[in-house]
């Protein structure tokens, strides 16, 4: 009975962590806005850092931007923002970006770089219209598969 109690409340405490994330610390909380952008788009890096932190910058080298960029302090304490526009040559792929408070707190956000334009579908082929060459190759070869199933049948009749 002991072990069903113990296994209960290691359960419950284990449930209320995984549900509560936010609850054990507000601090070194980032976040990213939006979280899905194409290259050339802009968003917003956001933190929440303990009070008194007077500092917090965005590391940007995975996307292509400068080592450390500077937050902005917020109208409450301890709160930082930037804007920064993603280079248009940053390739398409999930980021771990980090937000780094001046008092070493860090946090760790996921910025997804969507790829431009149309949906890769292969090598494009027919994108540039017709290619004659190989319409009369293809139709030099159904000529002369039909030609040669009309011999095959009259031989054999």
Known sequence: ???????????????????????ASAEGAGT??????????RVTFSTVCADGVKSADVA???LGLPA??????????????VAVDIPGTTSA?????????ADGSSSVVQLVVSPTGGVPTGGGSTARGPD?????????LLLVGAAGAMMLRRRTA
């Open 132 to 140: 004659r060459t190989l319409m009369a190759a293809g139709g030099g």
């Open 32 to 41: 990213v806005t939006p979280g899905t952008v194409k290259p050339g788009g």
């Open 68 to 81: 450390r960029i500077p937050m902005e302090a917020g109208k409450s304490p301890g709160t930082f923002s």
């Open 1 to 23: 009975m002991r072990t069903l109690l113990l296994s209960g409340a290691m359960l419950a405490g284990t449930t209320a962590a995984l549900a509560l994330p936010g609850a």
């Open 60 to 62: 940007g080298t995975a």
């Open 93 to 101: 792929g999930t980021f771990n970006v980090s937000i780094d408070c």
